[in-house]
């Protein structure tokens, strides 16, 4: 065995002094304050950075953005009038009143979209109705499944043919499709700022509208200059059709202006075919177009919230090898107004009083404005 070895008392004290000091040295640590502590990155976590203003969300195909963000839904075509796709953000060049832009965002996805199909229901399309509604059936079916939908008929008045806001039912768009009572007049600009009006109420980013009609605008209450206008407060696509075959040749110049200038004003484009039975495949490029569209997306330089009239252009920069492209966008939009001046400034007259239903298809549609008026 080994022979213990007993300690002075001299040693028992020393060895006792530095248990204590040690002791003492683990509790200070344990009580540094934090602002020491901090001199140490690793002592604790980094603090998160808060996310940079104005910096636009962009999960879930979705932009969640503040209302200074100017939104382009854009189509890019080549000399032979195909799609481009493919193309960078760096291909892209954004003008605001001249002055180039920063972009913010820039997406190139099929994103589902809330969509009006807006119907003339004049007396004149009585014989061109069911040829027109397969043709926008096939526009739904073409287009995203996620996508939601609705339809206005309008004559005199016009009408939300659904008993629900939306739908993605192809059955119920066919059912309201065919509420024909085909009679009157047409009222296109009132059902078209109605028709926005109502998007409003859309759960998709990307609003869109088809105006299929054949015939002059001849009953509206608001003019097309305010129809214009309203189409460049919003951020709505709108493609339009014109069947202005059997029109003379003054009103169909009228009539054509008048939807070229619907659609130029939104970005969207407008078609005018010679025969009702074209109207399948142009609902068919249609819904191409609205799902091979860039999102572009910029915080204007200038800052002004005037509510003034901004001008965009969209100017593409070729990659290597490609000839000549083109971009159709909107053609501008207007700035947010001062507090309490959007109010003041919208005169927008209201749409004409809606007459009672009369007949079994106006009973089962109710008006866009909630009511059938006087």
Not at 121 to 148: C, F
Not at 261 to 277: C, L, M, R
Request: glycine letters at 6%; aromatic letters at 6%; one cysteine or more.
């Amino acid at each position: 065995m080994l022979a213990q070895t007993s300690l002075s008392p001299f040693a028992l004290f020393a060895k006792g002094i530095l248990s204590a000091v040690f002791v003492f040295s683990l509790l200070l640590l344990v009580a540094l304050p934090p602002c020491l502590a901090q001199d140490n990155p690793l002592a604790q976590p980094a603090p998160q950075q808060p996310p940079p203003p104005n910096q636009p969300n962009q999960q879930g195909g979705s932009i969640k953005v503040d209302v200074n963000l100017v939104v382009l839904h854009t189509t890019v075509l080549d000399d032979r009038g195909k799609f481009v796709d493919g193309l960078k953000e760096e291909n892209f060049r954004v003008f605001e009143d001249k002055a180039e832009q920063k972009l913010s965002v820039f997406k190139r996805e099929d994103v589902p979209v809330s969509m009006g199909l807006v119907v003339d229901n004049s007396g004149s399309m009585r014989d061109k109705r069911a040829r027109v509604n397969e043709a926008a059936l096939t526009l739904v079916q073409a287009s995203n499944p996620q996508d939601e939908s609705f339809v206005v008929n309008f004559n005199d008045d016009y009408y939300l043919d659904l008993d629900k806001d939306f739908t993605s039912s192809i059955p119920e768009l066919k059912e309201a499709l065919e509420r024909i009572d085909a009679r009157g007049s047409t009222a296109l600009y009132d059902a078209v700022i109605g028709s926005m009006d109502h998007l409003k109420k859309g759960h998709k980013d990307k609003k869109v509208l088809l105006v299929v009609t054949d015939g002059e605008d001849n009953v509206s209450r608001n003019s097309l200059e305010k129809t214009i206008r309203e189409i460049q407060k919003a951020n709505v696509v709108i493609y339009t059709i014109g069947l202005f075959s059997d029109e003379d040749k003054k009103n169909r110049k009228k009539a054509t202006r008048a939807l070229k200038d619907i659609s130029a004003a939104s970005g969207g484009i407008s078609y005018f075919p010679e025969n009702v039975d074209d109207v399948h495949s142009i609902c068919d490029q249609v819904a191409r177009d609205i799902r091979n569209q860039y999102t572009l997306g910029y915080y204007p330089s200038n800052t002004k919230k005037d509510g003034t009239f901004r001008t965009v252009q969209v100017d593409i920069i070729p990659p290597r090898g490609r000839g000549k492209l083109v971009a159709r966008t909107r053609n501008g939009y207007f700035a947010p107004g001062a507090p309490g001046q959007s109010a003041a400034s919208d005169t927008r007259q209201s749409p004409s009083n809606f007459k009672s239903p009369d007949s079994s298809a106006d009973a089962r549609a109710w008006s866009l404005s909630g009511g059938s008026g006087n």
